[in-house]
């Protein structure tokens, strides 16, 4: 067996762990095709339906600022498998909800928990060769990001042919049982001597005396928001003249975003060559020409089919540089520092989504696609303003 500071040759934890990464990552996304069936099922208004989307969020988001930290301080190979424990707990009180009530509550625990993916990927990191870190990161981030992105699919599909229930019955048996052949697998790595509200003190003086960490944090928030306005508009724009399909194959027509997810490994392994920069900007051109598919995809399924694959693999390049980069700030903070940028990634990956629906809902897919555009140019911009800090320190 490898050295436990070295699994960059074990696949089979590596699979484990990439396959845990999606499975947690999923377990936000299984209400969002759900609204439908769950609101006929509890006989509520579909506007409070819609609540259990946005507590999945916010509760994901607390998790990423309250638990991820913690990570630094704590023996994550008992921390991971219980967040994975607690999670599993959650959705299972979402498969046997009685009342809607229930299923927030479900929602909630399982929201908070999930973000044991987010424990997972730093210690990898600090797990493996640091000339390996962009290939390990990279293959979680894949297993990650396709979890994200099969989920609604599943979900739906499920739904249609049983019940909307079975998605959170499945998921959280097999969340329970990686849990337990994770916590016999993980590697042990050293631990920060630390109280719990030192943690947050000390991530204010990361943010002060690391800027490349602010600027990677909101390139990556920028870029996810870009994408994020998809999220939120493609089921009104593909269920609508002049495409109107049904909900199944609107889960389909997003499939083509698991070949960008699936490029992150290897992205990574040119990321550890050192060319991130050229990545980032590269990542961030692919954002740029994804929205003219996606604008021509207002008419054109095939445009729209093709930008959405475009504009995956272009967020794909850009979070693979990022978190390259960040991982190697402070190998001490690495939890912390994971937290910081997650936070603000999928804060813009919410007001991504807002954005969607307000452009959508005041100028329609022209609109939608011009602030798409937009979100892209300030990612460029925080990504020149990294450039301009490196710069800066190598002639100092």
């Known amino acids: 067996m490898n050295s436990p500071l070295d699994i960059s040759q074990d696949r089979a934890l590596l699979w484990l762990m990439a396959i845990a990464c999606g499975l947690c990552a999923g377990a936000n996304y299984y209400c969002q095709p759900l609204v439908h069936s769950i609101q006929q099922y509890f006989d509520v208004p579909e506007s409070q339906v819609a609540l259990t989307v946005t507590f999945a969020q916010v509760s994901y988001a607390l998790g990423l600022l309250f638990i991820v930290p913690v990570g630094d301080i704590v023996n994550k190979t008992r921390f991971i498998p219980l967040l994975m424990f607690l999670a599993a707990i959650g959705l299972l009180i979402c498969a046997f909800a009685v009342n809607l009530p229930m299923l927030w509550l479900g929602t909630v625990i399982a929201g908070l928990f999930s973000v044991a993916a987010q424990v997972l990927i730093p210690l990898a990191t600090m797990a493996v060769k640091p000339e390996k870190t962009g290939e390990v990161v990279g293959f979680l981030m894949s297993g990650l990001l396709v979890g994200l992105l099969l989920s609604t699919s599943l979900a739906g599909l499920l739904s249609d042919l049983f019940s909307w229930k079975l998605i959170y019955i499945l998921s959280s048996v097999l ?3 990686l849990a337990f052949m994770l916590k016999s697998r993980l590697p042990q790595v050293p631990l920060m001597k630390m109280s719990y509200p030192s943690i947050f003190r000390s991530m204010g003086v990361l943010l002060r005396e690391e800027p490349r960490l602010i600027y990677r944090s909101m390139t990556g928030g920028f870029a996810f928001a870009a994408m994020s306005i998809l999220f939120s508009t493609i089921a009104v724009l593909l269920t609508s003249e002049p495409f109107k399909l049904p909900d199944v194959m609107v889960g389909v027509a ?13 992205i990574g392994k040119i990321a550890d060559r ?8 590269a ?14 995809g207002g008419q054109s399924l095939i445009s729209y089919v093709l930008g959405y694959g475009i504009i995956s693999f272009g967020l794909a390049i850009v979070h693979s540089s990022n978190q390259n980069i960040i991982f190697r700030l402070r190998p001490d903070a690495k939890s912390r520092i994971n937290s910081i940028y997650m936070t603000a990634y999928f804060i ?5 989504s807002a954005l969607g629906v307000y452009a959508w809902h005041h100028g329609g897919w022209s609109m939608t696609c011009l602030v798409g555009l937009l979100l892209v140019t300030g990612s460029a911009l925080f990504a020149l303003l990294d450039t301009l800090h490196q710069s800066k320190q190598q002639t100092a």
Not at 283 to 296: E, H, Q, R, T
Request: hydrophobic content about 60%; glycine content about 16%.
């Open 348 to 352: 813009g990956g919410a007001c991504g």
């Open 175 to 177: 969340m329970l049982i």
């Open 283 to 296: 990542g961030v051109a692919v954002l740029a020409v994804s929205w003219i598919f996606l604008y021509f």
């Open 274 to 281: 050192g060319y991130t920069k050229i990545l980032t900007w």
């Open 254 to 266: 997003t499939l083509i975003g698991v070949f960008g997810a699936l490029s992150t490994a290897y």
